[in-house]
């Protein structure tokens, strides 16, 4: 069984008076693992091999993404995705200083993607 992400996304009112919140989703969508990466990356890593790149380009963009982890890491990885190259991803993902994750793209799709279920 694979695993999904479950994306719940509202709008929130706090009552101080009654101390409750109250809570209106706006989206939710169940994202399949395969969709969890980042769009940006996997999308230049696909552009890369589109055009014929090669292991030497993709650790190029690796290195200009300033990707956590050392040249063995790289390598490694780089070898990873020339053989079985990323189907992309629907998440933005940013390294500065903590990693955040968005999600903007999934909660404004207006089409079907496979792996992405939009519930609300």
């Not at 101080?16 to 969890?36: G, H, M, Y």
């Not at 690796?62 to 050392?70: F, I, K, M, Q, V």
Request: hydrophobic share 45%; charged share 20%; glycine share 6%.
């Amino acid at each position: 069984m694979g695993y999904h992400l479950l994306l719940f996304v509202y709008d929130k009112q706090d009552d101080p008076q009654e101390r409750i919140a109250i809570l209106n989703f706006v989206s939710c969508a169940v994202i399949d693992k395969s969709r969890t990466a980042d769009y940006q990356t996997t999308r230049g890593i696909l552009e890369i091999l589109v055009r014929d790149g090669n292991r030497e380009d993709i650790l190029a963009f690796l290195a200009d993404r300033n990707l956590p982890g050392d040249d063995i890491i790289h390598n490694a990885l780089a070898d990873e995705i020339v053989q079985s190259p990323p189907v992309l991803g629907y998440l933005t993902i940013s390294n500065a200083l903590q990693w955040r994750l968005q999600y903007g793209r999934i909660v404004g799709l207006v089409e079907a993607v496979p792996g992405i279920t939009k519930i609300i």
